[in-house]
């Protein structure tokens, strides 16, 4: 699955090679899930938040300039996703029916990185910082909010083993189904998941539209780290 161009894969290879520990590192599939869920989200999210996702603990750049060039990188790319977002181009990145069962942990992790950059916005997206569902009453939530729950459901149940939990017993009066075939129930449901919350965040986007023209174009100097500047981040994303 090719997900970024030849030029600005290599460019992201370089850049997260920038990062200490090889295990805090986001793979080419999570960089982009986390820039799509940024890009959908109704609100700006400032660089300096999603930048300490993608590098965590200090990093050691050349020099200042190493830095700029680095994050900018990112910047341009998460900028043209959001670019794509707002003219209603961004689209889920899969084929669930052509992958391969051995593709199937590059989607994993492309939904964890989606669901780290839902989660820098946990009051829309009805998901905690913590990594679980914010815990609400379903019928006290309108249709579009409850729809929007229980994608986010489906992304953190994917995104996050630990949530698994429970979703493996049975239910009354229906065939018990194995754990591959619950897990393959989810991957299919993602995609039309994935595309309710872009509608919903679009649907947001052009309401606050109409009270103040949203910004969401970031600029490289509200993020222009110095060289060894640190952000660690914590197993499911969240700044530490």
Known sequence: MKLFTAKDTKNITNVLSKINDPE????????HGLFFGIAITPETIPPAEWLSVVFGAKQQFDDEQDAETCTGCLLDICNRMINDSNKGKLVF????????????????????????????????????????SVDVDSKELSGDLRKVKDCCDIVTTIAVPEEREGIYEPIPGLPAKSPDEVMEMLYIMLPAAVEILRQFGAKLKKENSNAEPPKQKINRQDSKPKPGDSGKKNKKGGKN
């Open 24 to 31: 805090a590192a986001l793979c080419l599939e999570e960089l």
């Open 93 to 132: 990145p899969f084929d669930y029916d052509k992958l391969k069962k051995t593709e199937l942990a590059q989607l994993e992790s492309w939904t964890s990185g989606l669901f780290r950059g839902l989660s820098l916005r946990p009051h829309i997206w009805r998901i905690s910082k913590e990594g679980e």
